[in-house]
Every structure is written in C-alpha cells, then in structure tokens.
C-alpha cells in the first residue's frame, strides 16, 4: 500500500513481492495486448490472420497490408492525403490553442480581476458539457457560415475544445514562476514581452509540452466532429479513413489493422515519450484545487 | 490515531496552493488581465457557449435541411420533448445510456484504483514497465480501439471466440467462434464495456498513484504498527485522505461514459438502432436520415447534457465554492 517500498525484511515478503508482481505482469499484458495483436494481424499474411488455431506473432511477416493501405486509395483518395490533413488539424490546433491558453492562465494566476473566479468556474463548466450535444448546433452554424468542408472550421471547434484544460493545466505551472524573477528582470530595465519570453517562457515550457501533447491527441484522435462536419472525402482525417475503410472492407482485417497501427503507433509513441509530465499530479491537483 | 489521520490530512491539504495569487496584486496596466483572456473567452464563447444556448433554442424548434439556407425556423414549443417522451427508441436508448454508464463507471473507477494501489506497491522498474503498459491503452484512439476490439471479438479468425471455444463447454458453452457479438444489445455492451473501460482506467490509475504519493509513509507504517489490514488501511487513510481525488475522477468518468458516441458507432453503427444510447439516438435523428431533424436531435442531446450536469453538480458546486473562498 505504501508508495515508496522499503527493503523487504518481514517473513512472507518475498512471497508478496512475488504476487505483486506476477499482478503486476497482468495488468500489463492486459493493456498492451490489443494493440500488440493489431500490430501482429497487421504483419500477417491472411492465411494465417484467418487461420483456426491463432498464434501471437506471425509466422511470416509480410508488409502486404502496409503496401496495399499506403499505395492504394480509400474512396479514391491516398492515405498520404488523409495524413497531412490530420496533420494540419492537429499541428494548427497545437499551436492555437497554446498561445491562448498561455495568455489566459497567465491572466488568471497573476492578476486578481473581477471576473476572474467566474471564468474559471465557466472553464469548467463547459468541459461538463459533452461534446456529443454540441455537434449539432455547431454543424447548423458552420453550414450557415459556409465552413462545412473547411479544415479551419474544424481546427476552430478543436481549439475550444482543447483551451479549458490547457488554460487549467498552465495556470499552476505560470503560478509557479518566482515573482521575484519577473520583478528582477523589471528591474534590470525589461519590458513586459522581454520578461515574458526571456523569464516566464523557459520556465513554463514544461507545461506548455503537456498542454501541447493534450491537444495534439484530442485534434489527432477526433472522429465524431470530423466525420460530421468534413463530407468531402477529400478534407476527411484518418479517423474517417479508418472508420470507411472499416465499413466497406468489412472482414479484409490485415488492411485494416495495417491502417490503424500506421494511425495509432505515432500517438502511442509520442504519448509514452511525453507521458511523464501530462501523468503528473499536476492534473487533477488542477481541478481539484482552487 | 485517528488524530493522527487528521492532522496529516490537514496538512496535506493545507499545503501552498500554487494555483492562487498571494494576494491582490496592483500593476500598472488594469486592463491588462482583461486583454489576455479576451481571445479564450472569444473562442469559448463563440464555440462553447453559444452553441449551449442555441441547443436549448433549436430543441424547442422545427429545424430541417432548409431553415440552414436561411428559412426562419418555426417554433413549436415542447413538441421535440412530447415526440421522443412518447418514442419506444427513446426510453431503450436512456435504460442503455444508464445501465452502461452504472457499470463502465464502477468497472474503469475499481480497475484504475486497484492497479494504482498495486502501482504504488511495485517495485520502481516494475511499477515503470506498468505505467508504461497503461499508457499504451490510454493513448489509442477511440475508433482504433473500437476497430480491434470488433477485430477480438469477430466471427471469422476473432481471438475471444476462439478461446471461449477451448474452454469446458460445461462452463461456457460452444459455438463461440460463429458467435455475432453485434446482433443484439446486451453482447454489443459487453464489448463496448471492455473497450472503454481498458482505455479509461489508466488515467484512474496513475491519478490514484499521484495522490497517494502525496500521503505520508508514517501513516501507513503507525497502521501497520497496530495490525491493520490493508483492506483497513486504504478505507481508514487512503479513501479520506483522496477523496477530492475521487470525487474528480468519479466526475469524468460519469461525464465520458454517459455520452459515448465513437465506440458504439464503431461497433454498432447507425442502421443497428435497438443498441443505441443516447448519444447515438440523437445523432441519428439529427443527421442519420436525409430529413434532417435537427430540432428533434438537440431535444434528445438537452436531455443528455441535463442529465450529466444533474449527476456532476455535486463535484461543480465544491469547485465554485473553494474559488470563492480563494
């Protein structure tokens, strides 16, 4: 129970050691099993993807699959194209919404202003509100506005949808920088911009890593906003491509699997890269301090 | 020892809050915080806010394909609400929005706080290989998931089939492997709920790990001290000292399971209507038919967003007041 182990000495504690870890080895397998087993169908050849008897890894690995997906087209559009519009989504939405949640929780953990409780309040409320409600109302407004098939529509609603934790997230960290530091370089003759980026930037860059990966996830791994609002094939991200090519090949699962490990392995990638920082307590000592 | 509890759990909670100002701070530019949260608010405003209200407007509307090329929409009062209180669809679709979202939230809450717990216990390589075996589920996308998962549980060459059918037929039957997992609802939600609570409890859990390093070692070693067991330990030390922990992760996991839309879709789809939930109801009357209903749609998703907010102001109403208090 306790979180940092001390040297085992009682009777029995090897014994539990040994539990511990025999459970520990569970979980583990239990979470990477389907992804592994996706990578493996995909390596497949199909006799043995459809075989009788199932084995782990494949007996002889093919990269058919990958060159089917990557050469072929989906709804007659290549799997390069779906790749760069998600691209373009998910950097756009990094980069948006970074500045603005850096601006506005430098504005909440520094200055005391009147509406100041309210908007934090009104940040989380919103995150209250699934998304699934919204899809609605903000596909009447962007089909009025002529934005349907726009990526920019979508990198807009990714943006909202990714500012309320990163402006949660960032406050703590902004809060963290030494005032002092700030009215040293005040001193010595900075201005404002000058301090910002010279003192506040480095300094809560970690942070900002955090929020970015966040964001990177959410715009990378959207289906239902895409899927609703982008109807040209054309404009679609991978999650469309993934769920299409799903639905019209049905059972042909080396493709599939072949398509979704190259759509998932670089987020899962990234993700074990960076995880560190976005696992830290840091994210519901968030929402569960004021 | 229950003095002890306390006192540590005052300090812990007591600890600087690095999330509030030190006090009133005075600088030059006064408009300057004002400046700062401007675009956010825009944003939010614009594609949070806004659409709430519009929700609201447009489920006491008749709104079809034409009023979205300028048509005014007519209004029609509380007849969205009257048409799908009185719709079979409807009622089905809540019991399986609520009877899912009771289960995946009690499976993913106990999963995540057990391996936490057994994270804290391990060993500092073992507890890394496993936090980083969690994160590999964390990390996959909704629709890859959805898309093994229906891959697991196929009829043709589908692993669980396969293994159910080693299995003593006494204890689970055969015919597995030409079993269709997606013909009706009940086996339909049994996947969806594995699929969601594999991704869902990692989070839970290096959440509990966090708090639970924030509780003192001499807590648990005076317990151990007067022969408790674990199981004493945790409901004793553990549960009070995170329930705030608890009470957030209790609100997410409401709010993520009550409206799941991208699973389902994946492994159900629109044409499968008797195992729709909520999220999938609505959608379908908004956008599933040629005749768009939006109005209709944005009565069913009102419904939806009311009943999570009912079940999450619990946790809102703690939130508002420390701000205050801050």
């Known amino acids: 129970m306790s979180p940092r182990r001390r040297p085992a000495r009682r009777p029995g504690a090897r014994l539990r050691r040994a539990v511990l870890n025999a459970l520990g080895l569970g979980v583990f397998v239990v979470a990477v099993f389907p992804v592994c087993w996706m990578v493996s169908t995909a390596f497949k050849p199909n006799d043995e993807i459809f075989a009788t008897t199932p084995h782990p890894l494949p007996a002889h690995p093919t990269l058919r699959h990958f060159d089917t997906v990557l050469t072929g087209k989906v709804a007659g559009v290549p799997f390069w194209h779906y790749f760069a519009n998600s691209a373009i989504v998910a950097t756009a939405t990094v980069a948006v919404s970074g500045l603005l949640a850096l601006l506005a929780a430098t504005a909440v953990a520094r200055f005391r202003f009147r509406f100041r409780t309210g908007f934090l309040v009104m940040l989380l409320v919103v995150q209250m509100v699934p998304a699934e409600a919204l899809v609605i109302p903000l596909f009447t407004d962007l089909a009025r506005l002529d934005l349907l098939n726009d990526l920019a529509g979508l990198i807009a609603v990714y943006v909202a949808f990714a500012l309320p934790f990163g402006v949660w997230m960032l406050r703590g960290f902004v809060a963290a920088v030494p005032r002092e530091l700030e009215e040293a370089a005040a001193l010595d003759g900075a201005g404002p911009l000058r301090t910002f980026f010279r003192v506040v930037l480095p300094l809560v860059a970690p942070g900002l890593i955090a929020t970015s990966i966040f964001s990177f996830i959410t715009a990378w791994n959207e289906f239902l906003f895409a899927f609703t609002f982008l109807k040209d094939q054309d404009k679609a991200t991978l999650p469309i491509m993934l769920q299409f090519f799903f639905g019209r090949s049905g059972n042909d699962w080396g493709p599939i699997m072949a398509a979704s490990t190259l759509f998932t392995v670089p987020v899962i990638g990234f993700f074990l890269l960076v995880h560190r920082r976005l696992a830290g307590p840091g994210l519901t000592a968030g929402a569960v301090r004021a | 020892m229950i003095e002890t509890v306390e006192e540590a759990g005052r300090r812990v909670r007591g600890s600087p809050d690095p999330g509030s100002p030190t006090g009133p701070v005075r600088r030059r530019v006064r408009l300057g915080p004002y400046l700062l949260i401007l675009p956010s608010l825009v944003v939010i405003g614009v594609l949070l806010v806004w659409p709430v209200i519009q929700i ?183 549960f009070p000292l995170l329930r705030p922990i608890f009470g957030v992760l209790l609100t997410l996991a409401v709010i993520w399971d009550f409206r799941v839309f991208t699973q389902l879709f994946v492994l159900s789809g629109l044409a499968n209507r008797d195992a729709f939930n909520l999220s999938l109801y609505g959608y379908s009357e908004a956008f599933g038919s040629l005749n768009a209903k939006y109005g209709l749609g944005s009565a069913i998703a009102v419904v939806l967003t009311l009943i999570v907010l009912l079940v999450t102001a619990v946790h809102v109403r703690t939130v508002i007041r420390q701000e205050g208090a801050a």
């Open chain 2, 56 to 238: 609201g407007r447009m489920s006491l509307q008749n709104v079809g394909v034409r009023q979205l090329r300028g048509r005014p929409a007519e209004n029609v009062g509380l007849a969205n609400y009257r048409r799908i209180l009185g719709d079979d669809l409807f009622w089905t679709a809540l019991r399986h929005t609520v009877l899912f979202a009771a289960v995946a939230v009690t499976a993913t809450l106990i999963a995540g706080t057990l391996t936490g717990l057994l994270l804290g216990s391990l060993g500092r390589r073992m507890s890394a290989l496993v936090t980083g075996g969690i994160m590999v589920a964390w990390a996959t996308p909704q629709v890859t998931a959805a898309i093994v998962f229906s891959w697991l549980f196929g009829t043709t060459g589908g692993l669980v089939g396969w293994f159910l059918d080693l299995l003593p037929d006494g204890l689970v039957g055969s015919g597995w492997q030409s079993y269709n997992w997606f013909a009706r609802p009940l086996p339909t939600y049994t996947v969806l709920t594995l699929c969601v609570v594999w991704m869902s409890f990692p989070f839970i859990a290096v959440s509990v790990l966090a708090g639970l390093r924030t509780v003192p070692d001499e807590l648990y070693e005076a317990a151990r001290v007067d022969g408790s067991t674990a199981w004493q330990r945790f409901w004793k030390i553990t």
